[in-house]
């Protein structure tokens, strides 16, 4: 990731999908921040399809760790482990902008071997569906695993829209636009007209 003077104001970024590469340098601002003890607050701006789980969870315990809040603002889409990342933010500090695409799915994975790998294995996914679950638990208005797999990690994929997220508790307010400023009244009646006519 390209330093920008944005990274020096607290401002972190994370475009694309969760993975070790995506993953680290924020760590690292978020590390850094908290040494510097430079901030009263972090913002993370979030614009995923998700990703690796285990990595994502890297980020949340790290999130969890900063002694300096870390605000989330979620745009473009926020998909999967991307979600998970962004209910990770402080209470209170979960945003939303107003187009963005909330996906919220069980986990999927791909796995090979020998039969002996495969039960082992199970046992890794088993264990990471329960980390998912425990995150909703802690980041969501739903308290218990019927109603978190029920609502939200059905066994297709849940499109939210940002309201919808917020009557979950997965965020805590959809940021809205400030109302648009009036006409100039040089406009042609026309124009006026044209500009009631889609208002």
């Known amino acids: 990731m390209t330093r920008s003077p944005l990274d020096d ?3 972190i970024r994370l475009f694309g999908p969760i993975s070790t590469a ?16 430079d901030r009263d607050r972090l913002r993370l701006y979030l614009d995923s399809p998700g990703g690796d789980v285990d990595q994502g969870f890297a980020l949340i315990d790290i999130m969890a760790w900063s002694r300096i809040p870390i605000h989330t603002t979620a745009l473009g889409l926020v ?6 990342l962004f209910m990770a ?3 209170g500090h979960r945003t939303l ?11 999927a994975t791909i796995t090979g071997g020998t039969h ?3 039960v082992a294995g199970r046992v890794q996914e088993d264990l990471a569906h329960r980390r998912i679950l425990d995150h909703y638990r802690r980041h969501s208005l739903l308290c218990d695993d019927e109603a978190i797999e029920a609502e939200l990690l059905r066994p297709n994929d849940r499109w939210l829209t940002p309201a919808q997220a917020i009557a979950f508790g997965l965020g805590d307010h959809v940021w809205s636009p400030s ?3 009036p006409l100039p009244t040089h406009l042609s ?3 006026r007209s044209l500009s009631k006519a889609l208002s």
């Open 9 to 11: 104001e607290g401002v």
């Open 22 to 37: 995506s993953v680290q340098p924020v760590i690292e601002q978020i590390l850094i921040h908290n040494l510097r003890g």
């Open 79 to 84: 998909a999967s482990m991307g979600l998970l």
């Open 89 to 91: 933010g402080a209470a």
């Open 97 to 107: 902008l107003p187009h963005c695409s909330v996906l919220s799915h069980r986990f």
């Open 116 to 118: 002996a790998d495969l």
């Open 179 to 181: 109302p648009s400023l």
């Open 189 to 191: 009646s026309p124009a």
